[in-house]
């Protein structure tokens, strides 16, 4: 591992020698190309530039020990000594977890797609509340969220909600999110004042370039109308939605939130080759295809990754058995502490499966 990250070492720094020529930066491809692989770099150079100075403080200290008589400079060493083998214990694991091969989508845009699944109408408005969760949480991110296209069921929830986050990392953060979400409350549709179960599908894709997914021309049946639901005088007024059928795969694409034909159909090919990249994934993860399958769910009851239960007022994520008794701060889009528990779990699955690879 060391032999590795002292190559990169080497390499980082011929990185920045190569950034500080100024032809460099005459050539915009070139330097935006070098300037991702500094960024990429850069964690694990500063990671592994403290480690080197912790084993170098526990050197001094040791040296110190064998020469030094005087006791009060002993135990100054001794105090160096222990602090730096503390250090360097929680930096050698933050190296593994740095030098763990990084998923290829994870600084991408996403697509967020939430569908109601059982329950009707209690579904429906259970998948709306989720929307507005993660909207809350992009925001804190300052990240930005485009509605592509939404159909609602009447009384405030959504049937299903398709949104375009934009934002540096969106997907490695949200990309843990993807399953069927329960919820057990008394819905206020219920007079009876019964606890009742529903269910809603959330699927996160990263969103594709135009260099990931070729699309052909012929292989895309655009059909425009007007857009149908709440919008403003224009969306309801002109031919502004846009449906694309793609004949091979059988998806098909609505997008009516803008008032302009043109940027409909801009959103919903962004969506259609998100679709057709995730497509590609799934067959390249078959090896792991027992994961991916429950990442997507259908909807069902018993196919779950998360309740959220009110009248006991806790978030539970079935898959690394955390709980939190923090309902209506988890709803408002703080879910900081789940997603950041599922990537922990994720590192140290990657690097249980490493160790015993090696």
């Keep these: 591992m060391f032999d590795r990250l002292d190559d990169i070492l080497v390499h980082y720094e011929e990185l920045m020698q190569e950034l500080n020529n100024p032809s460099v930066a005459e050539d915009q491809n070139r330097f935006r190309k070098l300037m991702k692989e500094q960024a990429d770099l850069a964690d694990l150079v500063e990671t592994y530039t403290q480690y080197k100075k912790a084993k170098q403080t526990v050197e001094d200290s040791l040296a110190l020990l064998e020469e030094e008589s005087d006791e009060e400079m002993r135990e100054m060493a001794k105090e160096e000594l222990s602090d730096a083998k503390k250090q360097i214990e929680s930096l050698e694991q933050e190296l593994k977890i740095l030098l763990l091969p990084k998923d290829p ?36 991110y300052h990240w930005k969220v485009e509605l592509i296209s939404v159909n609602e069921n009447g009384i405030g929830g959504f049937k299903e909600v398709v949104a375009m986050i934009t934002g540096k990392g969106a997907y490695s953060k949200m990309k843990y999110e993807s399953g069927v979400h329960r919820v057990q409350r008394v819905p206020e549709t219920e007079s009876g004042g019964r606890i009742h179960t529903s269910t809603a599908t959330v699927a996160v894709m990263p969103e594709a370039e135009e260099f990931d997914v070729v699309i052909e021309d012929k292989d895309v049946r655009i059909d425009v109308m007007r857009a149908s639901g709440n919008g403003g005088q224009c969306v309801n007024t002109t031919d502004s939605a846009v449906r694309l059928t793609h004949m091979p795969t059988g998806i098909v694409i609505y997008s009516q939130t803008e008032k302009s034909q043109l940027q409909n159909k801009e959103k919903a090919f962004r969506l259609l080759r998100s679709k057709l990249f995730d497509l590609e994934l799934e067959k390249r993860q078959n090896s792991e295809a027992e994961e991916r399958r429950s990442q997507i769910g259908t909807g069902d009851r018993s196919e779950k990754i998360r309740t959220y239960n009110f009248p006991q007022g806790r978030v539970t994520d079935h898959r690394i058995k955390l709980t939190l008794y923090k309902i209506d701060s988890i709803m408002n889009g703080d879910i900081h502490e789940l997603l950041d528990s599922l990537i922990a779990a994720d590192q140290a699955a990657r690097l249980s499966k490493l160790n015993e690879e090696i």
């Design 105 to 140: 989508n994870d600084d991408k845009n996403i697509i967020l797609e939430i569908r109601a699944g059982a329950g009707g109408d209690e579904a429906a408005l259970f998948a709306s509340e989720l929307y507005r969760m993660y909207v809350n949480y992009a925001e804190g």
